[in-house]
C-alpha cells in the first residue's frame, strides 16, 4: 500500500512537469480570461456584436498536444427564451425554443419579432430565415453560412466549418457563433437538486444556474430538419466545474484525453468514435459520485484507473448519459458490436498494465527518464507568450486600462501582479505610440515628450528586444540618431540563441541554452523571465507616431506594423548610420538584412479563402510572412537610399511580394 502511495507521488509529480503545475494552470487559465475580459465586447465593427468566451482544454488549463483555441461568439443581436411569456420586448430579436420533434440537448428556434420590425442592415439577418408555415425559423445552416463568409472577409484563413465551428486552414483556432437564453432551461432544472456528494458545491451551483445556455448552431446528426436544429450547450457551466477541480482531478482529465489520442485514436479504427466530450462528460459524473478525499495526490493511479474502469462500463453497456440532461444518452447509436470489442479490449490491457499503459504515449513516454532524473524542467513561457501576443494585437487604450483597473481591484496573486506588469508595460507603449508632439507650444511640447520617454521606458519590462526598439524608432524620429544606435545594439546584442521567442505558429521547444536558463530561474517570477529571456514581435498601433517616415508607404497592405524585432532593428540602424553619412556601418546592416532573407530556403503558395497567399520553409522559424515581405521592403529601401541594386535572391523574393501584394489588393 506504502509502495502505491510513493509511486502515485512520484507520477503525480510528473505529471505537473508534463501536464502543468497549479501555478502553471492557473497562469493559463488567468491569461485566457483576459482575453476574454478585454474582448467584452469586441471593439472592431465586424464583430462589434459578439463578447467572447474562451473554451476548451487550453482555456481549461490544459496544453496538451493538439489543443486548438476554441472561442465562443455571443451573437447579442438576439435572446432566447423558453416561452413567449418570458420574452422581453426591446431591441434584441427574441427567439422562442420549439423543441417539438427535436432529440434531447436540441431545439429550433423560432423568431417572435415581428418580421417587419427587425432591424437588418442590408437584409443580412433575414438571409437565414426559414419559412414553415406560418412560424419563422433561424435556420442554423445558413446562419453558420452566413459567419463563415464575413469572417472571410477580414480574416480569409478561416475558411472551413468544423461541427458549428469556423476554424483556420492550420486547424488550430475555432470560433462558433452562439446565442443565449439568460435562464436556466426547464430540461436541466433536474440537475440542480438531484441528490449527489460535496461536488459541485452550492456556491458553484448558484453560479452556473445565473449563466444560463447558450445554443450553437449545429443539428443532431441524420435528422430530416438536422439544418433547423440547435444543439443546447453548456460550455460555460462545464468551464465552471472544470475551475472547480482540485489538481488531481485536473490530472485525472488529462491523462484521459492522452490516453484518448495518443493511445486509442492510434489504432485507425477507433479515431473518431469516442471524444473528449465524453471524457469531460465521465469526469463529472465520477466527481460527483465520488468523495472529494480521493483525489489526492497520493492516490492519482488509483483515480485514473477508476476513471478507466467506468470508461469499460460505459462502452460495455453503451450508455454515458448527459451530464446536465441525462434523458439524452451520448453512447445512443455511437458504437457498434465491432468496435466496442476493439475498445473493450484496449482499455482492459490498459487498466491492468497500470500506468505502463503510457509508454506507447508520446507525451508521457519518459516517465522512466524522469524516475532516474534524467528529466529538463519545462517551462510554460512560450505559451503565455503566444496567448498574450494574440491578445494585445487587438487592444485599444479603453480596453487596456479597463484591464488594469479590474486587476488593481480584483487581483492580489503574485502571478496576477505579473500579468499586471505584463499588460501595463504593453499599455504604455500604446498610449505613447498616439501622443503627438508636433503642433504644439514649447512648454507642452517638453512635458509631452518626457511623458513619451517614461511610458516608453515602462514599455521595455514585457520582453528582452522589442520595447527597446520601439524608443530606438522614437529617438529616430527626433533625429538623436547615436542614442538611436546605442539601444539598437543594446537590443540586438539580446537577439541571441538563449532568448525564447513568441512561438508563429506550432511551439517547437526549446534548445539546449533556453533549458540550461530556463532551468535556473525556475524560482523567479513570471515577468522577470519574460523580462529577461523573451522575445515578442513589436507592436506598432494604427497611426503610430513611432514608425519612421521612410516606412509609411509600405503598410498600407496593413493596419498595423508588426515586425519580428531582428530585420527592423538592423533597418532602423541602416537609417541611423545613413543620416550619420556613415556608409560602411549603412553596408553592414544591409548586409545582415540580406542574411535574413537568404535564410529562407523557398516559397510555396496556397489559397487561404478565394486569396493566394505565400508559405514557406525556413531556417529562422518564427518570421512570418510578413516579416519576409517587411525584411525585402527593408532592403528595397535602403538600396535605393544608398543607390545599390538589389541581390539577384533579393530580387526574386521582391518580385514575388509584388504579386502577392496585388493579389491582397484585388482581394
Known sequence: MEEGRRESMLFYKYLCHKIGTQVDVKTRRLSFIICDIHNHPLKRNAFKYFPEISSGSRAEGLNLSGSDVDIMLIDNRFEVYESENEAVQGRKVNLIMDTEDTPHCFSKLRVLTDYNHIEDNNNRFKRFLHFEGFRTLISSEMYKEHNLNRIRQVAPRFDTIHGPCISDYNERYDFAHCLKCAKWISQA??????????????????????CGVLFVPIGSKGSSIENLQWRISFSV??????????????????????????IIESHEDLKGILCSYFLKTLMFWISEEYDLSIWTPCNIIHCFKLCLLRLLYCIKYSTLLHYFIPD???????????NKATLLILIRDAYNQDIQCFSSSKTLNNYQKYVTGNFDRLSIVPEIMEVFSTAIASFNFGNIFCLLRYFIYHSRSSLSRDVFTLFLSHANSCESQNLQLHRQHNKLKYFTYRRIISQLLISVHSDAVSGW??????????????????LINYALSNC???KVEAPNGMWLGFNRNQKVILNWTKHENLITVLKAFTLQELRFSENSQMIPVELQPIIKWNNNLIIHPKPFAHFISFLCYYHLHDRSSCRRSMYHLNQIVENCKSFQSCRIGNTMQLRYSQDSRHL????????????????????????????????????????????
Open 496 to 498: 541571441n540563441d538563449e
Open 624 to 667: 512570418s510572412f510578413w516579416d519576409m515581405f517587411y525584411t525585402v521592403k527593408f532592403l528595397e529601401i535602403s538600396h535605393q537610399m544608398i543607390g545599390k541594386p538589389l541581390s539577384d535572391i533579393a530580387r526574386q523574393y521582391s518580385k514575388i511580394f509584388k504579386n502577392t501584394t496585388a493579389l491582397i489588393d484585388s482581394n
Open 189 to 210: 432544472q433536474p440537475w440542480i437538486h438531484r441528490p449527489r456528494g460535496a461536488w459541485p458545491n452550492a456556491k458553484n451551483i448558484e453560479k452556473i444556474i445565473k
Open 469 to 486: 526598439l520601439i524608443l530606438a524608432s522614437f529617438f529616430y524620429i527626433q533625429k538623436k540618431y547615436i542614442t538611436s544606435t546605442i
Open 328 to 338: 439524452n444518452n451520448l453512447f445512443y447509436l455511437r458504437l457498434t458490436e465491432q
Open 237 to 262: 457551466a462545464e468551464k465552471i466545474l472544470i475551475f472547480s477541480f482540485n489538481h488531481t482531478q485536473l490530472l485525472c482529465y488529462a491523462l484521459l484525453k492522452i490516453f484518448l489520442k495518443e
